[in-house]
């Protein structure tokens, strides 16, 4: 299989894997999603690929503002305005880190959001008991 035969492969298996997901899931793709683009800025910052760099730090930057999107700050409480303030300060990081070239900050933000993760993980059964 060539390098075009396997990305028609790995589109077929991101669609078919949002296709199945609960809303949970779909969250935690999402979350993940901002992690992977991240991972990838902070390569090419660390290779000197500007133009690159900045296209990940700008996906990570969309996703993050649309799980900020997502909040239900009525049903959310303190909970969602909590993650609104980590996503504001994401996404202002990642500003910076692009303008900086900061790789500090970039890990910052990857601190959080693998933090953001593990709590998104650990809520997965009362998330889903609340969509029934």
């Known amino acids: 299989m060539g390098l075009s ?3 028609a492969y790995n ?6 894997g949002v296709e199945d997901a609960d809303p949970h899931m779909l969250i935690q793709m999402l979350i993940d999603g901002a992690i992977e683009k991240i991972n990838r800025a902070k390569y090419f910052m660390s290779e000197n690929k500007i133009a690159q760099k900045g296209e990940h730090i700008s996906w990570a930057i969309s996703i993050i503002s649309g799980l900020q999107a997502s909040l239900d700050k009525e049903k959310g409480g303190e909970i969602a305005t909590n993650l609104n303030g980590l996503y504001e300060y994401c996404m202002q990081s990642l500003v910076e880190a692009n303008v900086e070239n900061s790789i500090e900050k970039l ?23 609340m969509n029934n």
């Open 5 to 7: 035969g396997a990305l």
């Open 11 to 16: 589109n077929v298996n991101a669609t078919s």
């Open 107 to 129: 890990d910052n933000v990857l601190d959080v959001m693998k933090n953001v993760r593990d709590g998104w993980n650990g809520i997965r059964e009362q998330a889903l008991s």
